[in-house]
């Protein structure tokens, strides 16, 4: 993600980033209300639609509206259907579908409350009182955006003398199953939290090579991993955990590797001004209202944990994604 821009915002900018908030709540709503799938190769009046989704007529009209305004919906003779774009993206069921989506509309609230984090210097949210049911989605949202871009970080690895993985807070298990499609010699263990590891198994049981899987329950900042692993991955990681947090992480996770092996950070890098990447930048605004203690970091930062480990090989990737690999060998 750019910058928004260079060095001057005009007023009519201004006021579009200022109100960015009403697109966005449509879609959410849209997507929550189900109306993209309900329209999946139909053509519905606004009563019928309305129906479907058991709302008000004529608040569903200026729902469905609004919609083809934005280009998400189409409307002929007072009829509504879906764009190209939403039947591919917006539609339950579609290989291409953005459940992420759910999660961002969890964030919803907790957004608004930045404002008092701001003030606080912490979040308000209580993420100890997590339900099951915003595990499942948050695991849910991080696996449909993950797919991508595991292939791609897999291709971005050199993981020929790799033989067992460590994939850390491995979530859906998706990282890990890309990097064994890639090398079918590699084999895995994901660690993660013990009310995750049923969910991760339940994206790995169809996984062809599924065999090649195996889980350790715990918290990844009080427990043992064990050891002698060839790779040890943390994606999307470092960014829940404060500086002295990943500092430990680190060093524990050079205890469990193998000489010659690799630790690799997957997440945002940010400069030393902390205000490019744009997306890391908001990404920090989005731990300090949703997380205790997350924030992004600056590549000085991940080199200085690198080399309080040990480490005196440290190198960085950048990724097409605003994401970047930092990696650590072990002497």
């Known amino acids: 993600m750019s910058s928004i821009a260079n060095d001057v915002l005009d007023q009519n900018k201004i006021l579009e980033l200022a109100n960015g908030f009403q697109v966005s709540r449509i879609i959410l709503t849209a997507l929550e209300l189900n109306v993209f799938t309900i329209l999946d190769k139909r053509l519905l009046p606004s009563s019928e639609t309305a129906k479907q989704i058991n709302c008000d007529e004529h608040a569903a009209e200026?729902?469905?509206?609004a919609l083809v305004s934005l280009g998400f919906l189409k409307k002929l003779h007072g009829k509504f259907y879906n764009t190209d774009a939403a039947s591919l993206h917006l539609v339950k069921g579609s290989p291409d579908f953005l459940g992420g989506l759910f999660h961002t509309n969890e964030l919803w609230?907790?957004?608004?409350?930045?404002?008092n984090a701001v003030k606080k210097g912490a979040s308000f949210c209580q993420n100890d009182d997590l339900n099951n049911n915003c595990t499942d989605m948050f695991i849910y949202a991080t696996h449909s955006r993950a797919v991508k871009e595991a292939k791609i970080l897999a291709m971005l690895l050199n993981l020929t003398s790799a033989k067992i993985m460590l994939d850390v807070g491995g979530g859906s298990g998706v990282y890990s199953m890309r990097m064994i499609e890639h090398n079918p010699e590699l084999n895995a263990v994901i660690f993660d939290l013990p009310n995750v590891i049923p969910l991760t198994k339940n994206y790995v049981d169809s996984f062809s090579l599924k065999e090649k899987i195996n889980y350790i329950e715990g918290n990844y900042l009080t427990d043992d991993f064990e050891s002698s692993y060839d790779l040890i991955l943390l994606s999307d990681v470092v960014h829940i955990n404060n500086y002295?947090?990943?500092?430990?992480?680190?060093?524990?996770?050079?205890?469990?590797?193998?000489?010659?092996?690799?630790?690799?950070?997957?997440?945002?890098?940010?400069?030393e001004n902390r205000t490019d990447p744009l997306g890391g930048a908001l990404f920090a605004l989005n731990l300090l209202v949703s997380t205790k203690c997350g924030d992004t970091y600056t590549?000085?930062?991940?080199?200085?944990?690198?080399?309080?480990?040990?480490?005196s090989k440290i190198e960085r990737i950048n990724s097409s994604y605003g994401w970047a690999l930092m990696i650590g060998t072990k002497n």
């Not at 200026?62 to 509206?65: A, D, E, F, T, V």
């Not at 002295?244 to 400069?271: F, T, Y």
Request: glycine fraction near 8%; proline fraction near 0%; charge should be positive.
């Open 62 to 65: 200026r729902l469905l509206n």
């Open 299 to 311: 590549e000085k930062e991940i080199r200085d944990w690198f080399a309080n480990a040990g480490f």
């Open 109 to 115: 609230n907790s957004w608004g409350t930045l404002t």
């Open 244 to 271: 002295e947090q990943n500092l430990n992480l680190i060093k524990k996770c050079e205890r469990a590797l193998n000489r010659g092996g690799q630790i690799v950070i997957k997440d945002w890098v940010m400069n």
